[in-house]
């Protein structure tokens, strides 16, 4: 037996984890040479194989090679990384070249120069080899784009847009061209309501207007100059006047018109008029006439009155104006003559005489063209007559009313009519009475015909110098005891009369009060009132509640229903069988129960949602179901259901007295889902921010979390980021006031710089150089490169050309971000003679 053994050894290394990845575009246009871009990770050595079948051993250990094929086609190329150690990794992408047939092309036709500029774009791409499939127009400022292949498309912001087209081919190609699109407008500055011009007066068309412009308006009528910017109108009637603006620069036509409107000169007043009156009411016909005046004569100084009526008295023919100014604020005069042939009388004052004495009554005509008749009546106590004056003895005391009938030689006549009072000179004590009713007043009262020529002195000892007058008298003294009352006839009354009345006043049996108590209580409160007065001998004989909120009885006891609480003002009028009226008022405090809860409430998110914000702690609640709820006991418990829930509540006061049921709805709405603008980099200033939803979201954006620098509202908003770092802030809200925020930030990665032309004699060379206003190292392209002396690639550059002549300066930035320009250099073809 024999043993054969063998031993072998394994090397184990620990590996990196090298992982190779490049980048190349899977499918390229434009050029055979390929730039390549390592994205490998934990590799130091690479080498690349490109499979180019014209040249077969093509390889590269370039981190980053550039390689350009023969032909095109379609092409396997293999990176490994790490290829001599023990962790090599292996990658492999296949491009695809094909030849430069896609060429992008389009022209455009522009029409309107008011508002907007309508362009009318047209493709005119072509591909030899494949056939254009995709259009992507761009348009800048705005950052607005356009899918269609031969668009329309509105430019609304004067000077120069810029406007490019991507082609995109069926077989992935895609070329870009740009223009650049002068947009001059005519700004529309006319009136955009219609011009008020009053009757006679005039007014300019168009107070802002370009003085580069030329102005051309029609009808002529009415203007001072129809070739002005902004001609003087003073037409007799409303008009529309068309006016065409040209803009000599651009040769841009704007087309529109004013109106003009001219109020009607209505008449105010009617007709001329006579009339037997001797006042006349005067009015407007027409309504809606503001700051209206009369007067006697067209200046209006001095004015009869203001408003739209006015009482006149017209002795003989008087002309009346009136000025009033319409809606438009334009003045309209009109006038009335009226003929007043009416009896203007004046009657002699009111007189008292003693009975059994002669009294002359008399008129006087206040217009001394008139030739007046008069009749008095009753003619029995006349005993003689002047026609406007008569003798009277009255044979029975108290007023007696005579009236006397003018009537002049038109037929017009007015009747008039005059008091005498005849004092009885018998004896009088028997007419007085007095009571004592709430409190220490007493009520006085005479039925003498003398009672209206009374005056009453109380007697009042801490009021010595009270008086009233009349046949019915009150005063309130201070207290019980016995009072001397003096009452005598006044000063007017030719017959004197002196009577002494004596009051004893007790304590008072007469005092209005009353009750109140509550008799229910839930969303409304009933009150009921009872009389709790003392009557007097004499027995109440009305009662008048009067509550402030307009409610009112005539009863002994009565009720309310009140639905919102209060401080309720009560009064309870009472009048006895004496007369005498007493008022006993309360002011009542009424608290009900406060209670409006949301009909329907939102569990936003899951996050709950109060059901009753503000709720009274002095209150008692019991919401039901408890389901859902923190404590069902609170006055404002929060509600996080799993499904859309009802909730009750019983509110009641701490005494059980009131108690109110409500009830709310809580609602469980559909989470937000939305689709918002990405973070991103530009190189224009403009940009669209958008939020895209299939819900009725309301859309606000903002520059800071806290929504208080708000920049519009939408689910696309147009903004300018004009710096590097532009931070945005989105809310959306659903119907149901749910909400989310959320954010972005766009990076402003454009290529900002200054470089200005220079001025050289002939021979001579120039630096140009271009100053980067921005933070992002860029890079230059000068050109033509035989122009270029020194400093290719750089921002400052020498060039000597032989003739005036424009370098071009193309830059770009690791951003993708590309500025061309042009850099005018002046030679001055001039040389200086030797010495």
């Not at 503000?614 to 404002?636: I, K, Q, R």
């Not at 499904?643 to 709405?669: F, H, K, Q, W």
């Not at 990076?747 to 032309?757: M, S, T």
Request: with cysteine.
């Amino acid at each position: 037996i024999s043993t054969t053994r063998r031993d072998f050894q394994y090397n184990v290394g620990v590996c990196g984890e090298a992982t190779a990845a490049f980048f190349a575009p899977e499918i390229q246009c434009t050029s055979l040479t390929v730039q390549f871009l390592n994205e490998s990770q934990g590799g130091q050595d690479y080498i690349w194989y490109f499979n180019d079948p014209a040249n077969p051993g093509a390889t590269s250990t370039e981190e980053n090679p550039a390689y350009t094929y023969a032909d095109t086609g379609l092409y396997t190329v293999t990176l490994i990384a790490d290829p001599a150690g023990n962790c090599r990794d292996t990658f492999e992408r296949t491009i695809h070249l094909l030849p430069a047939s896609l060429v992008a092309d389009f022209s455009y036709e522009a029409t309107g120069c008011s508002d907007t500029l309508w362009v009318q774009f047209t493709d005119l791409s072509t591909d030899a080899v494949s056939t254009p499939v995709e259009w992507t127009w761009t348009v800048n400022p705005g950052g607005f784009v356009f899918h269609e292949q031969h668009p329309l498309i509105p430019l609304t912001k004067k000077g120069t847009a810029s406007v490019g087209l991507l082609v995109t081919a069926a077989n992935g190609c895609q070329v870009y061209k740009s223009v650049n699109i002068p947009v001059n407008l005519i700004d529309d500055l006319f009136p955009a309501e219609p011009v008020i011009i009053c009757p006679g007066d005039e007014a300019n068309l168009n107070p802002v207007f370009n003085p580069d412009y030329t102005y051309n308006w029609s009808p002529a009528a009415g203007l001072d100059d129809p070739g002005s910017p902004n001609p003087l109108a003073s037409p007799d009637e409303s008009t529309v006047y068309q006016v065409t603006v040209t803009d000599p620069g651009s040769e841009c036509v704007l087309e529109t018109q004013v109106a003009v409107i001219v109020p009607p000169y209505p008449d105010l007043l009617p007709e001329d008029s006579v009339t037997c009156s001797p006042e006349v009411s005067l009015g407007l016909h027409l309504p809606g006439f503001q700051q209206v005046s009369w007067a006697t004569n067209p200046g209006f100084n001095p004015l009869l009155g203001t408003g739209p009526d006015i009482l006149v008295s017209p002795l003989g023919y008087q002309q009346y104006y009136v000025r009033g100014f319409d809606e438009f604020r334009c003045p309209v005069i009109d006038s009335i003559g009226i003929t007043g042939n009416g009896v203007n009388l004046k009657a002699n004052e009111p007189d008292i005489i003693c009975l059994g004495a002669n009294a002359v009554l008399s008129v006087a005509n206040q217009d001394p063209q008139d030739t007046l008749t008069y009749q008095w009546s009753p003619s029995g106590p006349i005993l003689s007559s002047l026609g406007y004056a008569v003798v009277v003895k009255p044979q029975t005391p108290g007023e007696q009313l005579f009236t006397v009938t003018a009537t002049n030689q038109f037929g017009c006549s007015v009747t008039d009519s005059i008091l005498l009072a005849v004092i009885d000179t018998g004896p009088q004590e028997a007419t007085f009475t007095e009571v004592q009713c709430a409190g220490y007043e007493v009520m006085f009262n005479t039925t003498s015909v003398n009672g209206p020529f009374y005056i009453w002195a109380f007697g009042d000892p801490e009021d010595p110098d009270a008086r009233a007058e009349g046949a019915d008298a009150s005063h309130t003294y201070p207290g019980p005891g016995t009072y001397q009352v003096m009452i005598y006839l006044s000063e007017e009354a030719p017959c004197r009369d002196t009577i002494f009345r004596t009051v004893n006043l007790g304590e008072p049996a007469f005092m209005a009060d009353f009750t109140w108590e509550i008799t229910h209580c839930s969303d409304s409160v009933q009150i009921a009132f009872h009389d709790a007065s003392q009557s007097g001998p004499g027995g109440i004989t009305g009662w008048n509640w009067d509550l402030d909120n307009g409610v009112q009885a005539q009863s002994p006891d009565t009720s309310i229903v009140l639905t919102a609480g209060q401080n309720l003002e009560v009064s309870l009028a009472l009048e006895n069988a004496d007369g005498c009226r007493d008022t006993a008022r309360q002011v009542i405090p009424v608290n009900l129960i406060q209670l409006t809860l949301a009909d329907t409430l939102a569990n936003c998110n899951g996050n709950g949602v109060a059901l009753n914000p503000g709720g009274d702690p002095d209150l008692v609640y019991v919401w039901s179901p408890a389901a859902g709820l923190d404590d069902p006991s609170s006055p404002n418990p929060v509600a996080t259901p799993d499904v859309p829930t009802g909730y009750e509540v019983m509110v009641s006061d701490s005494a059980g007295l009131c108690s109110i049921m409500r009830s709310t709805y809580v609602n469980i709405p559909p989470s937000i889902s939305y689709e918002l603008a990405q973070d991103g980099v530009i190189c224009e200033e403009d940009f669209l921010l958008f939020a895209l939803s299939n819900q009725d979201l309301a859309v606000t954006w903002a520059t800071d979390p806290e929504f208080q620098s708000v920049l519009g509202t939408g689910d696309s908003l147009p903004v300018q980021a004009v710096k590097e770092l532009n931070p945005y802030f989105v809310r959306l809200t659903d119907p149901f006031g749910c909400s989310v925020e959320d954010s972005l930030v766009i990076l402003n990665r454009g290529i900002k710089l200054e470089v200005d032309g220079v001025t050289i004699c002939v021979g001579d060379t120039a630096r140009l150089t271009a100053v980067n206003l921005s933070n992002f190292v860029p890079m230059y392209q000068w050109g033509p490169a035989e122009a270029i002396l020194e400093g290719q690639g750089s921002a400052s550059v020498l060039v000597s050309p032989p003739a005036t002549s424009d370098i071009s300066l193309h830059v770009s930035n690791e951003f993708g971000c590309v500025l061309d320009t042009l850099v005018e250099v002046n030679v001055f073809n001039f040389r200086p003679p030797l010495a």
